[in-house]
């Protein structure tokens, strides 16, 4: 059976500092799970909510709870230390969790710097991430768009499962996840990106 939650970062602060946004999405369809920014970049920046929201999360109910990484690196090197980082967090915080997800998507720092990685490098960045993940036991996945998937990275060559975003087409990636919405409300609380897991 297909399951429904969102996922989130400090960007959805100012409506998650509510308790009744957290009782808002207790009741909701989008209860099943949640998926949580631990942090960014090659510094391994934290995100500054991802524990108190964990505990949030937890303590409404939601128990299947996942973190994602954004890769800002321009490197197979980078993605490697990036990786290195997020382990190390994961670890440290000895928090339950059902995966490990790399997020991988232009930016404005590749933006910024002209980096425009080709299939090959898209996909060897990460390989060397994951490849970081698997070494450290963890249950890893990969975020990206439906274009990205389909035209930049070889995703079915990295053994993991797969999280796709679309928000104007249908989802023809039909890995583990599919995020189709960047714009969900709940009552009066949102907007949220909102996800289906497949059953």
């Given amino acids: 059976m297909d399951r429904r939650g969102l996922d989130i970062s ?3 602060e100012g409506v998650l500092s509510r308790d009744s946004a957290w009782q808002a999405i207790k009741n909701s369809q989008f209860s099943d799970f949640i998926i949580l920014r631990r ?32 890769s800002y690196s321009e490197s197979v090197e980078e993605a490697a230390w990036e990786a290195e980082q997020y382990a190390r967090m994961t670890e440290e915080d000895g928090l339950a969790l ?24 898209a ?32 995703w079915r060559s990295l053994d993991c499962s797969v999280w796709n975003a679309a928000y104007s087409v249908q ?20 907007p949220f990106d909102a996800n289906i897991m497949y059953g």
């Fill in 171 to 190: 989802d023809s990636i039909r890995g583990w996840m599919f995020q189709y919405t960047d714009s969900q409300w709940i009552g009066q609380y949102g």
């Fill in 39 to 70: 942090g960014y970049g090659v510094n391994g920046t934290e995100d500054e909510r991802y524990k108190d929201w964990y505990h949030r999360a937890q303590s409404i109910g939601i128990t299947d709870v996942s973190s994602y990484f954004f």
């Fill in 10 to 12: 400090v960007h959805n």
């Fill in 98 to 121: 059902t995966a490990v997800i790399l997020d991988f998507e232009d930016n404005a720092k590749w933006q910024r710097d002209g980096y425009h990685p080709n299939r090959k490098q």
């Fill in 123 to 154: 996909t060897a960045h990460c390989k060397a991430f994951l490849d970081v993940l698997k070494a450290h036991g963890l249950n890893c996945a990969l975020y990206a768009n439906q274009s990205t998937l389909t035209n930049l990275v070889d």
